[in-house]
């Protein structure tokens, strides 16, 4: 089945920089929008950031604009997040998806869904 694998979260402390890795398999992704969401603690599902299939556009939740950078290598069925100026309301569980368009925030406009990976930064 398809599996969409997240890695690099860890505990940080604010202003520090992590790099999100997410790869698929059984997908070739570059059918497909991808994008990265997150669940703060007690809190919903939502939208950080998407890119295009081919990687020529790009949206962004606003208060990740100018810290986080998504990007996608097609070659390597693999797709990155670069954050950057990390806060601590930035703490969730990161979750990469595949979905038809990279404007589509909601989650259920998403098809397919790593598993996650933890973010923690401390203040």
């Known amino acids: 089945q398809v599996q969409l694998v997240e890695s690099g979260g860890g505990l940080v402390q604010a202003g520090d920089s992590l790099r999100l890795s997410c790869a698929a398999s059984?997908?070739?992704?570059?059918?497909?929008?991808l994008g990265w969401f997150r669940r703060p603690p007690g809190k919903e599902l939502e939208f950080v950031a998407a890119?295009?299939?081919?990687?020529?556009?790009?949206n962004y939740k606003d208060s990740v604009k100018g810290r986080f950078t998504i990007s996608r290598d097609n070659a390597k069925n693999a797709v990155y997040l670069q954050m950057n100026s990390l806060k601590p309301e930035d703490t969730a569980v990161y979750f990469c998806?595949?979905?038809?368009?990279?404007?589509?925030?909601?989650?259920?406009?998403?098809?397919?869904w790593g598993q996650g990976t933890q973010v923690t930064v401390s203040s």
């Open positions: 998806a595949a979905g038809s368009d990279y404007n589509k925030l909601l989650v259920r406009q998403y098809y397919f």
């Open positions: 059984r997908l070739t992704v570059s059918y497909y929008a």
């Open positions: 890119i295009s299939r081919n990687g020529d556009l790009t």
